[in-house]
């Protein structure tokens, strides 16, 4: 144990708690915690990877092995040596995390993603206006879609909050596990935490069905029968948010689409070209000075032109119909990359790994 947790100290040895750790990354802005065999403690910080401190031990199997347990319930316990790996919302005096514990061939290691306690508003994340729209439909189906840690929980709080704030509904959320905790404000919040209270996303959507509600959202929409729900339940009166682990608008319609029978995908597509609303795809990028990371978003906003394309099974053209749906508040996610590089908060080599079109993305550069 060290007398001093700052990240500043010359002699580091193991923490006793996974808490110090924590807090450490808590106060340091970092979005992650990684204590693993044979390893350093590290965090990710603006979308990086690395030691908290260079001069710390490594941590040994015996290490990890004690801060599991040290936090670990029983049941939790039982089921990582039953299964290989736990994960779960883990709540201290200080804050939330997403914790994940795992099994492998040198021993356990363990995972932390840091969550932000205040539930941000679309305008402190710096949404478009247009998002807002989103949130004032009765019905239809809404999806953030993007990498592991490209933000999709903060956007979706923040859809959920403005309809929070805005509306006298009854929301329900479906989360695995719950990250934001939000309070009732002008509409009634129920969360339920997957594995907790409900056995899967699945039977979460059924009940939610009879509990009268009018926006659910799906933490992620990973399988057949959760999509199924969704897509029904969006039809039936009510406003369905949800994520997949997409990187834009037409590969989330594929995936959406693809996940069903060969004989049900006409059916399919005509449900999902009338219920949906809109597609909301985002990129994190660090920043050229190393101050935190920017926001990219591809915006796909349901329209006539788009509705024909999900019917015709063409999503191939949706790139062409959101390049020329700007009035629409439509932004292709390359468009986005170049207004962040042409601001100077991007580094080229950045911009040019995330593009789609990397050909046009480099004669942008010569411009």
């Given at each position: 144990m060290v007398a001093t947790v700052s990240p500043g100290n010359t002699e580091v040895h193991t923490l006793e708690h996974v808490d110090q750790y924590l807090q450490i990354g808590q106060e340091s802005d970092a979005s992650d915690i990684h204590l693993g065999v044979n390893a350093q403690p590290i965090w990710?910080?603006?979308?990086?990877?690395?030691?908290?401190?260079?001069?710390a031990d490594l941590l040994t199997a015996a290490d990890t092995e004690r801060l599991a347990l040290s936090f670990l319930s029983d049941p939790q316990k039982a089921l990582l040596y039953q299964r290989g790996d736990v994960d779960f919302a883990y709540a201290t005096s200080f804050g939330r995390?997403?914790?994940?514990?795992?099994r492998h061939r040198l021993g356990m290691d363990l995972v932390f993603r840091i969550i932000k306690s205040q539930v941000r508003t679309m305008d402190d994340l710096g949404l478009p206006p247009e998002l807002k729209l989103l949130t004032q439909y009765q019905n239809g189906l809404v999806l953030v879609t993007g990498s592991v840690g490209s933000g999709k929980s903060t956007t979706l709080a923040a859809l959920i909050e403005e309809v929070n704030r805005n509306r006298h509904d009854h929301i329900i959320t479906l989360e695995d596990p719950i990250e934001y905790v939000i309070e009732s404000k002008g509409c009634h919040v129920t969360q339920r935490e997957v594995h907790t209270h409900t056995a899967s996303f699945g039977a979460a959507l059924r009940g939610a069905l009879r509990e009268d509600p009018d926006v659910i959202m799906v933490g992620?929409?990973?399988?057949?029968?959760?999509?199924?729900?969704a897509i029904t339940a969006s039809e039936t009166g009510h406003l369905v948010l949800g994520t997949l682990h997409t990187g834009n608008a037409s590969r989330t319609l594929d995936r959406v689409l693809d996940v069903f029978p060969v004989d049900q995908r006409e059916q399919i597509r005509v449900m999902v070209s009338e219920s949906l609303r809109g597609i909301i795809s985002q990129q994190l990028i660090p920043r050229k000075d190393g101050r935190g990371r920017e926001l990219a978003l591809e915006i796909l906003t349901n329209t006539p032109a788009v509705g024909a394309v999900i019917r015709d099974a063409k999503t191939f053209m949706l790139p062409g119909i959101i390049q020329t749906g700007r009035k629409n508040?439509?932004?292709?996610?390359?468009?986005?990359i170049m207004e962040l590089y042409d601001q100077g908060l991007i580094a080229e080599e950045e911009a040019y790994a995330r593009a789609e079109q990397k050909l046009l993305m480099r004669q942008h550069f010569k411009k």
């Open positions: 990710r910080r603006f979308g990086s990877l690395e030691p908290i401190w260079l001069q995390f997403r914790a994940s514990v795992v992620e929409m990973r399988d057949l029968e959760t999509i199924q729900l508040g439509m932004k292709l996610m390359d468009d986005s």
